[in-house]
């Protein structure tokens, strides 16, 4: 490894030695794993970086190309910054920046300071973008304007957030509320959206409300297609006197990878208990199905639990696409 990787190894990754280490040489191991880690923390900014500046287009391209013509609005900030901009004559790429400001101190005190430098740097780019590229207005169409709109601008924010930022400030704002008042993040935005579109409806008109409530709905499921993918997956935990067949079905029908945990079963009133293999493994939801009828056919009365999984990594599941 020559002098400029080894320095460079060593400020990024290895970081500095505590006094104890200081006069100590990095070890070929230690200087080995540090550039694997620089490797690894350079792609991945790649990747952030190109998810990130997709995002901001297709964001732009919204606003620009659909719902500015209309004057729809959005849910969240961007919703905020779209309906001051058709009341006023203040420029939209200026509100993104002015009313996102707080949202990213916030971000940096709640979620941490990697994520804020990122979400500062996707938003000023939005704001640069809306305000510098001209983009060709597509339709006049109402309901096209509300579904397409709404799609381009979940696309843009669905992208930014598996970049590691976010281009409204809405989710971090949810975050910090949950926190302090405990209720769920959810219903902090539906509650944020209901006083957004009301104000709507009063400043610009019930119809441009109900219209921007279906560029919300188009820009929510788009987020969430670009954020979970295509397949979503499911946790499904086994626990049967046939584990062992079953885990062999799994592995050899489905050619999924499993997890057994040693666990006590405990039935009857005075509580006995028995040593049990718990099976685990994750499959898609399209394999759900097949998954139930194999273990129905070894075992009927096995008790299966199932549950979402937002997202995988690495084992025997196959990598979607957009991966963070």
Request: net charge positive.
């Amino acid at each position: 490894m020559n002098r400029f990787l080894v320095q460079l190894v060593i400020q990024t990754t290895l970081g500095r030695k505590t006094k104890e280490e200081k006069g100590q040489r990095y070890s070929e191991l230690q200087l080995a794993k540090g550039l694997s880690n620089l490797k690894i923390n350079v792609i991945q900014n790649i990747k952030d970086f190109a998810l990130i500046t997709l995002g901001i287009f297709s964001a732009a391209f919204g606003f620009k190309g659909f719902l500015l013509s209309n004057h729809f609005i959005d849910g969240g900030v961007t919703g905020i910054s779209l309906l001051i901009s058709a009341l006023t004559s203040i420029p939209l790429y200026l509100l993104i920046l002015l009313i996102n400001i707080p949202f990213i101190i916030l971000a940096y005190s709640v979620i941490g300071k990697t994520f804020a430098k990122k979400t500062a740097i996707a938003i000023a780019g939005l704001a640069l973008v809306v305000a510098a590229v001209h983009f060709p207005i597509v339709t006049k169409d109402n309901l096209l304007v509300a579904l397409f709109g709404g799609f381009f601008l979940g696309a843009g924010i669905g992208l930014s957030v598996r970049g590691g930022a976010v281009i409204d400030g809405t989710e971090v704002l949810a975050i910090y509320l949950s926190r302090k008042f405990g209720a769920t993040i959810g219903d902090i935005i539906i509650a944020i959206n209901v006083i957004i579109f009301s104000v709507a409806a009063y400043f610009l008109s019930v119809e441009i409300a109900l219209y921007s409530m279906i560029t919300y709905l188009s820009a929510s499921k788009t987020l969430d297609f670009i954020i979970e993918g295509i397949e979503e997956y499911m946790g499904v935990t086994i626990i049967s006197a046939h584990n062992e067949n079953i885990r062999l079905m799994i592995i050899g029908k489905l050619g999924r990878g499993v997890t057994i945990y040693n666990g006590k079963r405990g039935f009857g009133k005075a509580g006995e208990t028995k040593d049990i293999d718990i099976i685990y493994t994750v499959v898609t939801r399209l394999e759900l199905n097949k998954l139930k009828t194999e273990i129905a056919k070894i075992d009927p009365s096995a008790f299966v639990v199932m549950s979402n999984i937002k997202d995988t990594k690495g084992g025997m599941i196959k990598k979607r696409p957009l991966t963070h």
